[in-house]
């Protein structure tokens, strides 16, 4: 098995607020993430297919094709966009790292046409990520 | 295809501390040939990053697996406050008898932050340099 990855980057501005909370208790839960202004990242994208390589082209998949597929299912829904008023898979969610990695996740996995969605992990800032991955696969637990 | 998608959050902390490999087990001239440089009785330092992974359920009224206030919180008090600014060996006592390697490092990181209450912690990777990491997940494999 073999595990490629290709990584992207986009700028998104987001907050959390949770609308069955009292405002102390946003502001007590999510601190300065809670600004009714909002804020934003630049967000780093590593997504990791798994997968034997094709005996003929010596590939897993087309990096163009998966190139093309982030371009379309993220960077146009995500990049320069504001994640919780433009994204409508994150309608009703707070969108933390987590949750815009599972969306992410849900995005992609049934678009990847040759070998199998590994990992994603998004990077909020360097010292902050969520990975997601398929239970089972990868994962030890 | 059906089972759950599993979400781990990673975050990544900073310390600088010197350290000195030298074995208990080994004549003077073994540990210099074992440890080269990094023998020098004067210790030596780095800049380790701690890269600490937690999995669990992302709570849906905050959207997170752990508050990230309470998780740094916890970090600062067990590793980075100890180990910051320090010589490894000379004031961290488990280091007084088990070789500072970053490997009995990793290993040590992530027996101070097993007993996390709020997530189940996976895995501790510690780059010494930019150029060495070093990772342990416990009983668990290690996974990519």
Redesign the interface.
């Known amino acids: 098995m073999v595990?490629l990855t290709r990584k992207i980057e986009f700028a998104a501005s987001h907050l959390?607020h949770?609308p069955?909370?009292s405002a102390e208790e946003n502001r007590r839960?999510?601190?300065k993430c809670n600004n009714p202004h909002g804020h934003g990242h630049n967000y780093t994208l590593e997504v990791?297919i798994a997968g034997d390589p094709d005996p003929v082209t010596g590939m897993v998949l087309d990096l163009k094709g998966l190139k093309e597929i982030l371009e379309r299912e993220i960077m146009q829904r995500m990049d320069h966009r504001f994640l919780n008023y433009e994204v409508a898979e994150l309608k009703g969610?707070?969108?933390?790292?987590?949750?815009v990695?599972?969306v992410i996740?849900?995005l992609l996995e049934p678009k990847i046409p040759q070998g199998r969605l590994h990992?994603v992990?998004l990077y909020e800032s360097?010292?902050?990520?969520?990975?997601?991955?398929?239970?089972?696969?990868?994962?030890?637990? | 295809m059906g089972e759950a998608l599993r979400i781990e959050l990673g975050r990544r902390y900073r310390f600088s501390a010197s350290h000195r490999l030298h074995s208990a087990q080994l004549s003077e001239e073994e540990n210099d040939r074992v440890y080269g440089k990094c023998n020098n009785p004067y210790g030596h330092g780095h800049n380790y990053t701690v890269e600490v992974r937690i999995s669990g359920a992302v709570d849906p009224a905050t959207g997170m697996i752990a508050n990230l206030a309470d998780l740094d919180a916890f970090v600062n008090e067990r590793v980075i406050e100890p180990f910051d600014h320090r010589s490894l060996q000379d004031e961290v006592p488990v280091f007084r008898s088990v070789v500072p390697t970053t490997e009995n490092l990793c290993k040590e990181v992530f027996e101070r932050l097993k007993s996390y209450p709020k997530a189940k912690l996976e895995a501790v990777r510690i780059e010494e340099t930019s150029n060495n990491s070093f990772e342990y997940a416990g009983d668990q494999e290690v996974h990519r």
């Open positions: 595990y959390y949770n069955a909370l839960v999510f601190g990791t969610q707070i969108p933390t790292c987590e949750n990695a599972r996740w849900n990992r992990r360097a010292d902050l990520f969520a990975d997601c991955y398929r239970d089972g696969a990868g994962g030890a637990n």
